[in-house]
C-alpha cells in the first residue's frame, strides 16, 4: 500500500466560522492537523482547501495544499476531487480522509485507520473507541458504530452506524471516530453514489456506503480524537496541546 492522506477543509461552519484558521498557541488548528497527520509517517499529506487563505497557511508552514469546488458537499468530494488533481496517475491507494477539525489526533491513531485494508474484501477502513458514559452512549451527536469486535485483531465488520445507544443488551458500545481510509476505487464509487434513504434519516454519510453494500471495517482504538465545533471545544484543545 502506498497511502495518501488528505485533509478537507473549509471556512464555512455554522458554530465556529473560519475554523480551520483558529489560533491555538499561534497557529492555526489546520497546520497542528497537518503535523500530526505527517508525525503518523504512513504517506504524505495535503490540504484540500475551499479557500486559498487556508492553502496559504498551510504552504507558510511549510505544507502541501490544493485548491478545491468550495461548493462540495461533504468531505467526500473534496478529497477525490483533491486526490485526482495531486495523483492523476492513481501512484497512491488508499486514500486517508481526516478531518481538518481534529487537532488532538494521535499520530498512530491515523495509522491504524489503514489496518482494516489488509483485508482484500474491505473497501473502507474507520476506527472506533468504547463507550464508557451512559451520557455518551445517549447523546445523538456521538456516533455508534454497530460492530462485533475481535479481540484478537481489534478488528470488526461494520453492520450499522447510528445515533442512538445500539444495539441492545448487554455489552459494549463503540463510539464512531470519523476518519476513513478507502481504498481508491472505493471512494471513486462512493463519491457516484446518490444518498440512500437510511443515511437521509440518521444523517450519516457512511451509511450510503453500507446501503449500497459496500464493506466497511472498523479497527478499535484505545481513544480518539475530538472534533473541535464550538468555541467551548477551541477552549478545550488549546489546553490540551502544548505551546511550542
Known amino acids: 500500500m502506498q497511502p495518501l492522506v488528505i485533509v478537507p477543509a473549509r471556512m464555512a461552519a455554522s458554530r465556529l466560522p473560519g475554523k480551520p484558521l483558529a489560533d491555538i498557541h499561534g497557529l492555526p488548528m489546520i497546520v497542528h492537523v497537518w503535523r500530526r497527520a505527517m ?16 492553502a496559504q497557511a498551510v504552504e507558510r508552514a511549510g505544507g502541501r495544499a490544493v485548491l478545491t469546488d468550495p461548493a462540495h458537499p461533504s468531505g467526500s468530494d473534496r478529497i477525490h476531487e483533491a486526490m485526482n488533481k495531486i495523483d492523476p496517475e492513481g501512484r497512491h491507494d488508499p486514500v486517508v480522509n481526516l478531518q481538518g477539525d481534529f487537532p488532538t489526533i494521535d499520530p498512530a491513531t491515523l495509522a491504524a485507520c489503514i489496518e482494516p485494508l489488509a483485508e482484500p474484501a474491505v473497501d473502507i477502513g474507520t476506527l472506533a473507541t468504547p463507550i464508557h458514559d451512559a451520557a455518551e452512549a445517549n447523546n445523538p451527536n456521538v456516533v455508534k458504530a ?13 453492520l450499522y452506524f447510528s445515533r442512538h445507544a445500539v444495539p441492545a443488551g448487554e455489552g459494549p458500545l463503540y463510539h464512531h471516530i470519523g476518519i476513513y481510509a478507502y481504498r481508491r476505487a472505493a471512494l471513486t464509487r462512493f463519491v457516484k453514489l446518490p444518498p440512500g434513504a437510511l443515511e437521509r434519516r440518521e444523517k450519516l454519510e457512511q451509511l450510503r456506503a453500507l446501503e449500497a453494500g459496500m464493506r466497511i471495517d472498523v479497527r478499535l482504538v484505545d481513544s480518539g ?3 473541535v465545533d464550538t468555541p467551548a471545544d477551541l477552549a478545550r484543545a488549546r489546553a490540551l496541546l502544548t505551546p511550542r
Do not use: C, L, Q, S
Not at 146 to 158: H, L, M, N, Q, Y
Open 39 to 54: 508525525a503518523a509517517g504512513i504517506g504524505p499529506v495535503v490540504v484540500a482547501a475551499a479557500e486559498a487563505e487556508i
Open 146 to 158: 454497530v460492530t462485533a469486535i475481535d479481540p484478537a485483531t481489534r478488528r470488526g465488520r461494520a
Open 225 to 227: 480524537p475530538f472534533g
